[in-house]
C-alpha cells in the first residue's frame, strides 16, 4: 500500500501561483496513475487533474487546463501540481490519491484511492 503525503498549499492572492506536492512512501509510484483533486466544503469532490506515472499521459479538468499543469519526479516519487493565475474560487483542501489504471479520459475521484490528507489553498481576491 502507498502512503501519501501532499504539502506546498498557503494562502494567495488572486493571481498568484503555489506547486502542491504529493510525496508517496511505503511503494513507488511506478506502475499507478495519481490524481490531484480539490473538495470544498458541502460540494462534490472534484478532478483537478491526473498522470500516468508509467508514461506520463496527463488528463485535466476542462475549466483548469492552461492553469493548472501536473507533473512527476519518479526519482523523488512525488507527483506535483503547479497552479498559476489562481482565483478565489480555487480555494479548496486539494488531495492527491493512486489508482493501478489510468484513464485517458477522466479524472474522477472514484478511481482513486490511497488519499493523503490533503493541502488547503486559500486564494484571497
Known amino acids: 500500500q502507498v502512503q501519501l503525503v501532499e504539502s506546498g498549499g498557503g494562502l494567495v492572492q488572486a493571481g498568484g501561483s503555489l506547486r502542491l506536492s504529493c510525496a508517496a512512501s511505503?511503494?513507488?509510484?511506478?506502475?499507478?496513475?495519481v490524481g490531484w483533486f480539490r473538495q470544498v466544503p458541502g460540494k462534490e469532490h472534484e478532478g483537478v487533474s491526473c498522470?500516468?506515472?508509467?508514461?506520463?499521459?496527463?488528463v485535466y479538468s476542462d475549466p483548469l487546463k492552461g492553469r493548472f499543469t501536473i507533473s512527476s519526479d519518479n526519482a523523488k516519487n512525488t507527483v506535483y501540481l503547479h497552479m498559476k493565475s489562481l482565483r478565489p474560487e480555487d480555494t479548496a483542501l486539494y488531495s492527491c490519491?493512486?489508482?493501478?489504471?489510468?484513464?485517458?479520459?477522466?479524472?474522477?475521484?472514484?478511481?482513486?484511492?490511497?488519499w493523503g490528507q490533503g493541502t488547503q489553498v486559500t486564494v484571497s481576491s
Open positions: 511505503g511503494r513507488t509510484f511506478s506502475s499507478y496513475a
Open positions: 498522470i500516468s506515472i508509467s508514461d506520463g499521459t496527463t
Open positions: 490519491g493512486t489508482s493501478t489504471s489510468f484513464y485517458w479520459d477522466q479524472c474522477r475521484p472514484t478511481n482513486y484511492a490511497d
